[in-house]
């Protein structure tokens, strides 16, 4: 029986060369998962993510849906994917979706979590899946810069893919910087987050974002250059690009 | 000046051999800080560890102690012993100490936990840092179990040093045994928490006591052996020693 199945997964980015598959290497997270579903099932599996997402990003909610012929349920495919998959790698949950639904064509909208660490000590645990940058950030410049992204706008600016032809118009719905401090042992580890929702994103977006409010969290640029880099349409403008490994695709809605 | 400096670190064991320095390697935690002290200080520094942790255990709240010759206060150790040790190695705190304070001799009480990973999806975040091991744990009779370790005993049957001639009597004073469920973005990776407490522990004590404690709890051996297996002083009667990963010294106490 064809069935359309959509699943939930995390990853560890960190030793990948992102989502998208290249060529014939298994190195990717679909190159991983496309060898050992068609082993698995013994079929020509494609598996179509909500998303690419960039080497060494790391995810917590990727939505990808794959067409299988297969008798097995939801929990048998979790089970049995789960049982061939890297270590790094975890599918979550697995449901039976209309055979219309389509992982990248039909996802509303997108949170990614940027995670800075600035306290005085290197965090120890975790340390793979944050950016320890311990400069003095005025959250308050961060936050004023943020709004002027809110909104639909030509996101050129932060994009870190000079050939592209395609709209570049995006609509970010939310971004907050919150800190926290996360104790372990009798080591207080404080960090910013950073949250961005949106209905789509540029390559590199997100990056670009984070790399641009740390130079305006730094005093480096006034919060009010923002709009001025925005409006530019110019990559140029912007900051530079924050380091991979900090960042973690959060959700994806419907 | 002579100062006697206690620090706390936290590690990550993986890719180490150990606490203990083994001739020249540099592959032990002891090892990495004596090489980088004594780089630093321009002097031969040792390093006194509260205790050894075996090859790829992990450390929360270490304490060691040192004697050198320097100017600097303790917030200036910190910030260069973290500018030169590995991403895998923190000090959290350093304090000046009596000349006589001793990180091993002067240890009172140490706590190690151990996590072990028992949901139906394998954990990504933190993987590096639990057992998994999805059994169905009766947590109820691995309690019952650990209740005849505590006190003072000869824990000879918990010892993987065979060829030791020194005594094998040491205190329990606590074994709980939590049961938590982290939640990470729509995923659950419940979790058992072992946590022990003790004046002092043998070459993989903590690590064999789990591995009993999860024989029984997935019904294998009846609790009430527990006491058998600490009488018998024999490690052939205990179970088997669980993995180096899953277990983190947490704290020391003087």
Same mark, same amino acid.
């Given at each position: 029986?064809?069935?359309? !199945? ?12 992102? &989502? ?37 990003? $790391? ?28 270590? +790094? !790698?975890?599918?979550? +949950? ?21 995670? !800075? ?27 004023? *810069? ?7 706008? +030509? ?7 000079? $050939? ?63 709009? *001025? !880099?925005? *409006? ?17 695709? &959060?959700?994806?809605?419907?």
């Amino acid at each position: 029986m064809n069935k359309n !199945i959509c699943i939930t997964l995390q990853y560890d980015g960190g030793r990948y060369d992102g &989502w998208q598959k290249q060529g014939n290497t298994e190195e990717t997270i679909q190159g991983r998962l496309e060898a050992m579903l068609s082993k698995l099932f013994e079929q020509d599996v494609e598996v179509q993510g909500s998303g690419r997402t960039d080497a060494g990003v $790391h995810a917590v909610g990727q939505v990808a849906n794959f067409h299988v012929n297969t008798v097995y349920g939801p929990g048998k495919i979790v089970e049995q994917m789960n049982r061939y998959l890297p270590k +790094d !790698i975890v599918v979550t +949950d697995a449901r039976i979706v209309d055979a219309r639904f389509h992982a990248r064509l039909n996802a509303k909208r997108k949170t990614y979590r940027y995670r !800075i660490g600035t306290g005085f000590a290197r965090p120890v645990f975790g340390r793979q899946y944050l950016w320890y940058y311990p400069a003095e950030l005025s959250v308050e410049a961060m936050r004023q *810069a943020a709004a002027f992204l809110l909104g639909e706008h +030509d996101f050129t600016s932060f994009c870190g893919n000079r $050939h592209r032809k395609k709209s570049n118009v995006r609509t970010i719905e939310s971004i907050t910087i919150e800190e926290t401090v996360p104790v372990v042992g009798d080591g207080e580890f404080p960090e910013l987050v950073i949250s961005v929702t949106g209905n789509g994103f540029l390559q590199n977006m997100v990056r670009i974002i984070v790399g641009t409010l740390v130079e305006i969290g730094e005093g480096k640029r006034p919060p009010e250059q923002m709009g *001025a !880099i925005l *409006a530019a349409r110019d990559r140029e403008q912007a900051g530079a690009t924050a380091p991979a490994h900090g960042l973690t695709l &959060w959700s994806v809605e419907y």
